[in-house]
């Protein structure tokens, strides 16, 4: 009887961790297929808590990380009632970091029982798929678009690509892992080049100089890891230029906007210094409980 019902909370377990890498493999696919991954989670936390079982009452995070979450929705709460527009705008305004708090809470949960392991190679795999069909799209081999805007394509790539160096500087006692960590990578880079962005241009070449500071990886994992994906980027972007001549415009585009950063900074940052300095007037109006977005209509 005992061993049985120390076995039972194993189907929860098995649920929130496959709701959680559902939903991290999926998520640039949009928000429907993260939030059926979290039905998942929720279904098998009401299990834990149905079966009494102490993982849920096990602590993931560390005491300085709780009291920074407790004061980040307790402040919302109160910000948002002091703009109180009505119970919709309450509601978006309390559920925005709670969803980030729950998504925080609930890859410590996973992470903590099974290690970074499993995260990592889901993650991988996924940037893989992601990277593959941006390129397919950009090819006119895929009809459809992944993300909705460039710059989201971007975000991504800058996020995923320090993590796509650590696989491609490692030592593997496969030749296929090799071959794949690096072409990781080049993938990585050709979608960052696709992204037609500067500011995660600007952003991947910080990323790969602090990687190098902090990794210091050996000449080998050099070599492999970053030399040859960036020589092979180079002669595929080389390639997309050539075969989409509207490629190489975007690219002198964005090159001509960096370059610019020592003399006409309104073109460096695309006008968005308008954008900076309405923002600083109202952060200077109410620098404490901040605005609501009713609120802020007539100033922009």
């Not at 009809?143 to 909705?148: E, G, R």
Request: aromatic share 16%; glycine share 8%; with cysteine.
């Amino acid at each position: 009887m005992n061993e049985s019902l120390a076995k039972t909370p194993s189907w929860p377990m098995s649920l929130i961790a496959f709701g959680f890498y559902f939903s991290l493999f999926f998520d640039p696919w949009g928000p429907i297929p993260r939030y059926l991954g979290w039905l998942f989670c929720i279904i098998g936390i009401v299990g834990l808590f149905i079966l009494r079982s102490p993982e849920l009452r096990r602590p993931v995070l560390d005491p300085a990380v709780k009291i920074i979450i407790y004061i980040m929705i307790i402040w919302s709460v109160f910000t948002t009632l002091l703009n109180f527009y009505g119970w919709y705008h309450f509601g978006k305004g309390v559920s925005n970091p709670l969803e980030a708090v729950f998504g925080i809470w609930l890859t410590a949960f996973v992470v903590s029982k099974e290690g970074t392991g499993r995260f990592q190679k889901v993650w991988w795999a996924s940037s893989v798929l992601i990277f593959a069909a941006c390129i397919l799209q950009a090819v006119n081999v895929l009809k459809f678009n992944v993300f909705s805007h460039h710059n989201t394509l971007g975000l991504y790539a800058v996020m995923t690509l320090p993590m796509s160096l650590n696989f491609a500087v490692r030592r593997y006692d496969s030749m296929l892992l090799h071959v794949i960590s690096s072409l990781t990578v080049v993938l990585n880079l050709i979608a960052l080049f696709l992204s037609f962005s500067s500011g995660p241009w600007l952003v991947g070449g910080i990323e790969i100089l602090l990687f190098l500071i902090i990794a210091r990886p050996g000449k080998y994992g050099l070599f492999k890891g970053l030399l040859i994906p960036l020589l092979i980027t180079v002669l595929l972007a080389g390639l997309f230029a050539f075969n989409q001549p509207d490629y190489f415009g975007h690219f002198k585009r964005e090159i001509s906007q960096l370059i610019s950063f020592s003399g006409d900074f309104s073109k460096f940052t695309t006008n968005r210094t308008r954008i900076w300095e309405k923002t600083a007037h109202l952060i200077s109006q109410k620098p404490i409980t901040g605005w609501d977005g009713l609120d802020t209509r007539p100033c922009f």
